[in-house]
């Protein structure tokens, strides 16, 4: 067994593992306890080298205990891209993307549902559902098909139709709901005894936050064992700003690396943006008109499930939060398919946020930065501010042109 149970992120109670429920009676939200001392003496960083490309590398820091209910289809080991045309007329020294949007199901979620779903499995459970803006319940309808349990998905009816239409087609129940990701979690917690399904929502369950914890542990190993200066991730719910924390402190007590924590950085859509919000205390107040203006992608979540912890993390870190309207996103879609990589609204986020803090100056000369591109630009083709479909020509078009040349 990996774990020694669970313990609070609030209150630091330890607690035996169970893979639900995730609150502690503080309100705190509740991690998976590893036995780091012992792993410090047992498992040493080079021993990695010789392992498989794939998340499951980390296996001694996941929760997975039966290597048998471990269900993958390729996950992580994602590549790591340098930008250095950009680097020299930026204000920075070094510039990442790392490229989420190569895992199985088209985003990083993949990561955070091989681990749930595993666990699911461990457990015996037949059924799980999920709330999302789409991506999550793609990737918890392929992993559920592949470890033969019955999935349920709940996404608001205005998110992108192709990552919705996706989700049957690995057999998952799919549902439309009016309203935000809170209202479709809100059915899952209302039916949940009765359908009997296990509620897989953020936060709800370890396995996604472990999940995406490979994402920090990747890195750090990918730059040879160091952390960026700054982190830029489109938040949503915060797993994975919480997961990569947690990478952090865990690399930390083994010991193999040093230095102090990257400055997490968290952007989101304006409108919907209560991390930058909840950075300025006097507005932390949910505005349901003003979410209900901003794009359905991964970053809208008005209401994240433990937003305190956010906060903390981007505050203990010398973080910050930056809203970003759709127009700088839908620009840095442009400027990132320029340079041959296809992004989703979140991922271009990351790029609109980092030409942000270094107009603000937020950003240092000596700064390496790495952005996290969670998905495809295709998935989101047909939905929100795809707009180049409009510049596409028919051969007709060129025929005309070519008569025109001649
Ligand atoms: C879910 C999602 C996010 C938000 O991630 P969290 O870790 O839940 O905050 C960002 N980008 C994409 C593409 C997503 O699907």
Redesign the pocket.
């Known amino acids: 067994m990996n774990q020694l149970g669970l313990y609070c992120s609030r209150c630091s109670a330890r607690l035996p593992f169970r893979y639900q429920d995730m609150k502690c009676t503080c309100g705190g939200t509740l991690l998976v306890n590893y036995d780091l001392e012992h792993l410090r003496k047992t498992l040493k960083k080079e021993a990695l080298q010789t392992r498989y490309p794939s998340m499951w590398r980390y296996r001694e820091l996941l929760p997975v205990s039966n290597p048998d209910c471990i269900i993958t289809l390729g996950e992580g080991w994602t590549p790591l891209i340098r930008l250095q045309k950009w680097e020299q007329k930026l204000p920075i020294r070094q510039l990442w993307i790392k490229r ?2 190569q895992n199985p199901t088209g ?3 993949s990561r ?1 549902f091989s681990v749930a779903v595993s666990l699911l499995k461990e457990s015996g459970a037949l059924k799980a559902a999920v709330p ?5 319940a793609g990737a918890l309808a392929a992993y559920a098909s592949r470890a033969g349990i019955a999935a349920s998905v709940f996404i608001p009816s205005d998110c992108p139709p192709l990552i919705a239409e996706e989700c049957p087609l690995y057999g998952a129940e799919t549902y439309l709901v009016d309203g935000f990701i809170h209202d479709a979690a809100a059915i899952i917690e209302a039916g949940k005894q009765e359908q009997g399904w296990v509620n897989v929502g ?1 936060l709800k369950e370890p396995g ?1 936050v472990e999940g ?1 914890k490979t994402m920090g542990l990747e890195l750090a190993e990918q730059m040879g064992w160091t952390f960026p200066d700054v982190i830029i ?11 990569m924390w947690k990478a952090y402190l865990e690399l930390k007590a083994l010991g193999w690396i040093d230095g102090p924590m990257p400055r997490f950085v ?1 952007v989101q859509e304006a409108g919907c943006q209560p991390i930058a919000d909840g950075l300025s205390p006097d507005s932390l107040i949910f505005r349901a008109e003003a979410a209900a203006q901003a794009s359905p ?3 809208r ?1 008005p209401q ?1 499930p433990d937003l305190p912890l ?1 906060l903390s993390i981007v505050k203990q870190s010398g973080g910050t939060a930056v809203a970003l309207t759709a127009g700088q996103i839908a620009e840095a879609t442009q400027a990132l398919g320029a340079q041959g990589i296809s992004s ?4 271009s986020a990351t790029w609109a946020g980092m030409l942000a803090l270094c107009d603000s100056g937020w950003l240092r000369p000596t700064d390496s930065v790495v952005l ?1 591109n ?2 495809h630009a295709m ?1 989101y083709a047909k939905s929100v501010n795809f707009t180049t479909l409009a510049t596409i020509k028919s051969y007709a078009d060129y025929k005309s042109l070519k008569l025109k040349r001649e």
């Open positions: 989420e949007e985003s990083f979620k955070g999302s803006n789409g991506n999550a953020t996604r995406k991730y489109p938040t949503g719910g915060g797993s994975g700003i919480i997961g968290c992608t991964g970053m979540v994240p956010i989703s609204p979140e991922g996290f969670t998905s998935k």
